[in-house]
């Protein structure tokens, strides 16, 4: 079996040197599979206390929950957990807490791509939708990894000069 090829690094100094369509042509070509980070993630069945915990222990301020295959069900933000909390109807007992699972904190899905959906989709994506981040999964829906705000901003600025 032949090995894949890796990905082409291009410097800046390259980029400089190509034509505005080349530069376009290969800003298009760069894919979520390639540049995403890991997610950070809780099975459903994890408790509301231990989405809080992981949250404020990792200074994280999402995370996604998935089903025993890997599959993101939702996602829960930190200032969700935190309004939720805070309301009055809200019975603040650590064993309600305990009790509750995280998958009762989503309601939908979260918006996913492919590893092979070009980046500068996922951001048009973000944008239309009001995201921080989006999921990346493979083939079989599986989460695989995250990209967000902070991906863009990393790898599209070298395209434009």
Not at 95 to 110: D, G, I, T
Not at 114 to 123: C, D
Not at 127 to 148: F, K, R, S, T, Y
Request: charged share 20%.
């Amino acid at each position: 079996m032949m090995k894949s090829a890796a990905p082409v690094r291009f410097t800046r100094e390259a980029i400089a040197k190509m034509s505005a369509k080349e530069r376009s042509m290969l800003a298009r070509s760069v894919t979520c599979g390639e540049t995403m980070i890991e997610a950070h993630t809780l099975f459903a069945m994890d408790s509301v206390a231990e989405v809080l915990e992981q949250i404020t222990q990792n200074n994280w301020d999402h995370v996604f929950i998935i089903n025993e295959d890997g599959v993101p069900m939702g996602r829960i933000h930190a200032v969700d957990i935190l309004k939720l909390i805070a309301r009055k109807t809200v019975n603040r007992s650590v064993a309600w807490m305990h009790a509750v699972p995280a998958q009762q904190l989503v309601n939908v899905p979260p918006m996913t791509v492919r590893k092979n959906t070009p980046l500068l989709k996922a951001g048009a994506l973000m944008l239309a939708h009001d995201l921080n981040q989006i999921a990346v999964v493979d083939d079989d829906g599986i989460l695989i990894g995250v990209v967000g705000h902070h991906t863009m901003a990393r790898h599209m600025p070298k395209f434009i000069i």
